[in-house]
């Protein structure tokens, strides 16, 4: 079966997709960017024009996350909704196991992680050519990414390609922002587009299906930089961030010598990743440098053992000591763990230490860049600066923290208790 006899009408249309989205479901720019506030809807949205491109004919989506783990419960969940809610079912054979949805037209919607580079080579849908690419949670990704992925849209097909980047904003610095943002977009502004181009800026104001306490959870936020960037869906400007001594660099010639490691764990799971790192101090030139640094979802401490070695091998890896159990199972998988000591006001401690030093950044590492970057002071409701960091955009950081603890004692021990900045003194 090539084309569906099956009519959606507009009335149906405009019942279950939000009014802002309308216009954009036939939207055939090459380049196609929706971004904005949590709970805005834009993800459920593509989600519906997935399904509905699909069944029309001629479309065969790559829906892609940066790590593999992440699709099942996310964006492939969203499209198995969308099927549901338009009442598509029938049309729809959903394989969970092998993340492929294929209609009975022949035409598919495939996913992958950017984690397993090879399967993104192999994957060729089973009717035609891949023709639209969605990348979802965008600012995760890295530039050569992208680059990689628009070069997957080529060859014969019925219809236009597009490559599709969907996320939250988060800072200025980061690199969507300067390649498709900088000069052309307004903040004043929802939407731009050019030939080659298209943008849409939407918040949980655009979302006609959310619940009141979903949208007082928005309203209420009262950090200026969450609020700005997660309920008003604006590019962040960052405010008192905590870490300004920092740079990137390629390290891959410059850590040959290195002979001596210092190797950190913090744990965590779903939303909050386990974070081990991998670094060298450089206690003669006070020069931290971060060689590698992962966040690990959803990984039992067996998986999460298997990372760790290949990480570092049998390397001491100090870890938050908050959790002994887990590190008793690292231990009997064959990693060489031990506890963190931390001790009183460990936090703001290590923090003042770091911020000592000069920290070079393997140029690679996404997640450790993007938390250096947004770590930021907590503030009362006048803008003061108070002396406690957000929790937030920390698990590197803190496993970075542990990992340096011995270096601390040797070198600055007796400063401990010393104060940190007045309120508002930053």
């Known amino acids: 079966m090539n084309k569906i006899d099956l009519t959606i009408t507009d009335a149906f249309k405009n019942k279950v997709i939000n009014p802002v989205y309308l216009p954009y479901l036939n939207n055939e720019t090459r380049t196609q960017i929706y971004f904005g ?8 949205f593509l989600a519906q024009r997935a399904v509905l491109d ?3 004919g001629g479309h065969n989506y790559l829906i892609v996350r940066k790590v593999a783990r992440t699709l099942s419960k996310s964006v492939f969940n969203e499209i198995t909704k969308a099927i549901g809610f338009l009442k598509l079912t ?5 394989n969970k196991s092998d993340l492929v949805i294929t209609c009975v037209n022949g035409y598919q919607i495939l996913f992958a992680g950017l984690d397993d580079v090879e399967k993104i080579k192999s994957i060729t849908p089973a009717k035609n050519v891949v023709t639209d690419i969605w990348i979802e949670e965008a600012t995760e990704t890295d530039y050569d990414d992208i680059k990689q992925l ?3 849209l080529r060859g014969k097909s019925l ?7 969907s996320f939250n904003p988060v800072y200025q610095t980061h690199w969507i922002y300067v390649e498709y943002f900088a000069g052309k977009w307004e903040e004043s502004k929802n939407c731009y587009s050019n030939d080659d181009l298209s ?9 006609k299906f959310l619940m009141p306490d979903d949208i007082r959870e928005l309203e209420n936020e009262t950090d200026p930089y969450y609020k700005a960037v997660y309920s008003d869906g604006k590019w962040g400007v960052l405010g008192h961030v905590i870490f300004k001594n920092w740079r990137t660099e390629d390290l891959s010639e410059k850590a040959k010598p290195f002979s001596m490691f210092q190797n950190g764990l913090d744990f965590g799971y779903a ?9 060298h101090f450089d206690r003669k030139n006070m020069t931290l440098y971060i060689l590698d640094a992962r966040y690990c979802y959803e990984m039992t401490n067996d998986l999460l053992a298997a990372e760790i070695k290949n990480m570092i091998d049998r390397q001491v890896i100090t870890c938050d000591c908050a959790e002994p159990k887990s590190i008793k199972e690292l231990r009997q998988h064959g990693v060489t763990a031990i506890a963190a000591k931390k001790g009183k006001d460990s936090v703001n401690f290590g923090i003042q230490w770091l911020q000592k030093l000069q920290i070079v950044i393997h140029y690679t590492l996404k997640e450790a860049i993007n938390e250096f970057t947004v770590y930021k002071w907590r503030e009362d409701k006048d803008g003061n600066v108070l002396p406690e960091p957000i929790d937030k955009n920390n698990h590197i950081i803190d496993s970075i923290r542990y990992a340096l603890e011995n270096e601390m004692a040797i070198i600055d021990r007796p400063k401990r208790d010393r104060p940190m900045p007045k309120r508002g003194a930053l």
């Open 90 to 94: 029938p049309y729809f054979t959903i």
């Open 150 to 152: 628009n070069k997957r």
């Open 199 to 207: 943008i849409l800026k939407t918040t949980y104001r655009d979302n």
């Open 37 to 44: 506030g949590s709970s805005s809807g834009k993800s459920y």
């Open 271 to 279: 939303a909050d990743p386990a974070a081990p790192t991998h670094n």
């Open 54 to 56: 699909v069944i029309s």
């Open 159 to 165: 219809v236009k390609k597009r490559l599709i980047l």
